[in-house]
């Protein structure tokens, strides 16, 4: 059984900087698209960054390109958030998502290939 762990959430001030982490079980995860979503009160969840298998594949949504950054430690079977510049627009829950390949870029953005989802981790900016 899959298994999706975020922590790392927190009430911080903008400017700052967090990591959220993302412990998964019940693989292998080797080849899963690994995913951050968020999702603000009243908002729709949206995707904040992907990650493949592949050595270039990392992918962001607009908002956080330059900002975040996504990575895994395959031996750890672990997906990290680092999130820097942190603005009051970026609260939200955020969610780890799993799931399996062959879709396109533009796919891996929607919710579409997301088979696993953990419980979210509360990131609250204060201005």
């Known amino acids: 059984q899959v298994r999706l762990v975020e922590s790392g959430g927190g009430l911080v001030q903008a400017g700052d900087s967090v990591r959220l982490s993302c412990a998964a079980s019940?693989?292998?995860?080797?080849?899963?698209?690994m995913a951050w979503f968020r999702q603000a009160p009243g908002k729709d969840r949206e995707f904040v960054a992907a990650?493949?298998?592949?050595?270039?594949?990392?992918h962001y949504a607009d908002s956080v390109k330059g900002r975040f950054t996504i990575s895994r430690d395959s031996a750890k079977n672990t997906v990290y958030l680092q999130m820097n510049s942190l603005r009051p627009e970026d609260t939200a829950v955020y969610y780890c998502?799993?799931?399996?390949?062959?879709?396109?870029?533009?796919?891996?953005?929607?919710?579409?290939?997301?088979?696993?989802w953990g419980q979210g981790t509360q990131v609250t900016v204060s201005s």
């Open positions: 998502a799993a799931g399996g390949g062959g879709f396109t870029i533009t796919q891996m953005k929607t919710l579409v290939p997301y088979a696993y």
């Open positions: 990650i493949t298998w592949t050595i270039d594949g990392t």
């Open positions: 019940g693989g292998p995860f080797s080849r899963y698209i």
